[in-house]
């Protein structure tokens, strides 16, 4: 039996408590959109090897298969449209404070409408200069590799492979985990540092943590709920489930 399918009193207290909910979000979110994921079955990284391409070395390298590889994937999330998991993630605002944490760079739970979205990893529509502070939130890319005014190359506004995640977006992101009280930990292998430290800060603050995924995690086994469950099938039930109780005060 799946968390909130059948009011057992322990879930009931946990929905009814919650002041605010996090929702730790990964590639699987996104796969109903039709995006790959990574590391799943799908997983993108059986064509491609991103730990040669998603690095500031292999960039420097060769700027242009960088640039090809993400002007592709870019192209797939442009098209994209969100799917009924990220609308159910939007739709848990209706009752309670949500905070989506998201390592996805595709933009789909700020087009589903959600409110108070960070994006760990950055944004693929966005570029920004190698040299100077030159930033574009909707680049258009004419050339490969496109080209900054200054005379440098733009690069993706990604993190890659050894960066830092952008300080501020990662200190909220922590106070999230720390002082949420149920996070929703959806369509992530939870593989990549420091963002898989998110559920354990969480835990560690007294939080209910419920994993959404179709396949085991390395925390599948630590955590309160495991839901072998795809996002866009196990979501929307949970926010009318959490609708209806909520309504009730
Ligand atoms: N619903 C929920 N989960 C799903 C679905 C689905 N429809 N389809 C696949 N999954 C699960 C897979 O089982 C897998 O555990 O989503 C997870 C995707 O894991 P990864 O591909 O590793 O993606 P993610 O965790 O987001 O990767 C983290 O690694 O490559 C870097 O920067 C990149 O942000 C990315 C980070």
């Known amino acids: 039996m799946k968390f909130g399918e059948q009011l057992k009193s322990e879930e009931l207290e946990v929905m009814r408590r919650a002041q605010n909910i996090v929702f730790v979000t990964?590639?699987?979110m996104?796969?109903?959109s039709g995006i790959p994921?990574?590391?799943g079955?799908?997983?993108l990284w059986r064509n491609y090897d991103p730990m040669k391409l998603a690095t500031i070395d292999a960039f420097w390298n060769d700027p242009k298969l960088v640039w090809e590889w993400y002007n592709e994937r870019r192209q797939g999330m442009l098209v994209a449209k969100p799917?009924?998991?990220?609308?159910?993630v939007a739709k848990f605002e209706e009752y309670v404070d949500v905070t989506v944490l998201t390592q996805n760079i595709d933009g789909l739970h700020q087009r589903a409408k959600s409110?108070?979205?960070l994006e760990l990893h950055g944004n693929i529509i966005r570029t920004r200069c190698t040299e100077c502070d030159f930033a574009d939130k909707q680049a258009k890319i004419s050339s490969i590799p496109p080209m900054c005014k200054c005379g440098a190359i733009l690069r993706p506004d990604v993190v890659w492979f050894g960066e830092e995640l952008p300080q501020d977006v990662w200190q909220d992101a922590m106070i999230s985990a720390c002082k949420c009280d149920i996070m929703i930990v959806v369509g992530t292998s939870l593989a990549v540092s420091p963002a898989n430290m998110l559920p354990i800060y969480a835990q560690q603050n007294g939080a209910t943590i419920i994993e959404v995924n179709p396949e085991e995690t390395a925390m599948s086994e630590d955590i309160d709920y495991t839901i072998r469950d795809t996002a866009a099938s196990y979501l929307p039930g949970l926010v009318d489930t959490f609708g209806k109780l909520r309504s009730r005060f």
């Open 41 to 43: 079955n799908d997983g």
């Open 26 to 28: 990964g590639a699987g």
């Open 30 to 32: 996104s796969q109903e």
């Open 83 to 88: 799917n009924a998991g990220h609308y159910a």
């Open 37 to 39: 994921t990574f590391r």
């Open 115 to 117: 409110s108070h979205v």
